[in-house]
């Protein structure tokens, strides 16, 4: 049985409103070309039976390995997957770990795991094939970081961890060791109203090369950029129209300058050009049950030319390879 705890509730009821919606019939305006945007299905990840049945699933890699390494919240496991998208191991189901909320790899290969029971967090530490080595023990937290924090992603840049609570609106920094570096409370960057706390839902977040916190906001239809330094530019209009937002969820950065959003109720992912004002350049995928079509897509990685994305009703994991003009 998967435990849910109290924090992800809002989140839990606006994602099964959109699985609600998607199952609906819906009439959207034919998708426009993307001729900007070439692409081929490739196939799904999977292992030697066969695709292997997934719902909305977690990513993150090892990008010198080239393994795509996969977080399951509904038994607990995680999977890596050669860059061939078939299986290599899997860990994490004997409970060793707890409740993985996230997963990052530094530099060597070595993981920082993230494991919630409520309030309460760890981050573990394992060797690259997933053996439990110890926990990080966190030094030098300011009081912002000692109450109301309660991290759910957990990410891995440049020699720096970052945990962020996307609840509270938080983002802790500290070195591989766990010691303080930084922190950011980034409610009042982007003018939350808690009175309407969950206008202010957060659905994908990710943090680019060049540590720029990058979230989507479904309710607000709007993509955000957050810098270093807490500069904030947001992208995106409402719409079921190429290029507009419907119920966006998860957001990729790739190392091209590129930026995937996808649109969960509209069953696509967008690519817009961050470095020509966000320029929206195409979209693939569309609703449908044949290879290459999408049931509810969520989160997303791009790893080189390839794309993954992960989507409702046990579709398991898309990979596409994506060329971009």
């Not at 393994?67 to 860990?91: K, T």
């Not at 659905?203 to 990058?214: A, C, H, L, S, V």
């Not at 959003?261 to 693939?284: P, S």
């Amino acid at each position: 049985m998967i435990k849910y705890f109290p924090h992800e509730i809002s989140l839990r009821r606006a994602l099964w409103t959109v699985t609600t919606l998607i199952a609906l019939p819906l009439f959207f305006s034919p998708p426009a070309s993307a001729a900007e945007v070439k692409l081929s299905y490739i196939y799904n990840l999977s292992d030697f039976n066969g695709a292997i049945p997934s719902s909305w699933v977690r990513f993150t890699s090892d990008k010198e390995a080239k393994e795509l390494y996969v977080i399951n919240a509904s038994d607990q496991s995680v999977s890596v997957f050669n860059n061939s998208g078939v299986l290599v191991y899997s860990f994490g189901d004997e409970g060793d770990f707890g409740y993985i909320s996230g997963l990052a790899l530094d530099e060597r290969g070595g993981m920082y795991v993230l494991s919630s029971a409520g309030t309460r967090y760890r981050v573990l530490l394992a060797d690259f094939r997933g053996e439990l080595k110890g926990g990080l023990t966190l030094s030098g937290l300011p009081p912002l970081f000692s109450d109301e924090f309660t991290p759910n992603r957990i990410f891995y840049q440049n020699g720096r961890l970052y945990l962020v609570d996307t609840y509270n609106f938080k983002i802790l920094i500290t070195d591989p060791q766990g010691k303080y570096l930084d922190g950011l409370n980034f409610a009042p960057i982007i003018d939350v109203n808690f009175k309407k706390v969950t206008d202010y839902t957060i659905i994908g977040f990710t943090i680019d090369r060049d540590g720029n916190y990058i979230f989507t906001i479904p309710v607000q239809a709007l993509v955000y950029i957050i810098s270093p330094d807490g500069k904030l530019i947001s992208f995106g209009r409402r719409g079921s129209s190429p290029g507009k937002f419907n119920v966006i969820g998860g957001v990729a950065a790739d190392e091209k300058g590129y930026l995937y959003v996808a649109d969960t109720l509209r069953c696509v992912v967008m690519v817009f050009d961050r470095k020509n004002d966000f320029f929206f350049k195409g979209e693939f995928g569309y609703r449908g049950w044949d290879p290459g079509e999408l049931i509810a897509p969520m989160e997303l990685i791009v790893l080189g030319d390839f794309v993954y994305v992960s989507q409702s009703a046990n579709r398991g994991v898309s990979v596409y390879r994506i060329q971009i003009q």
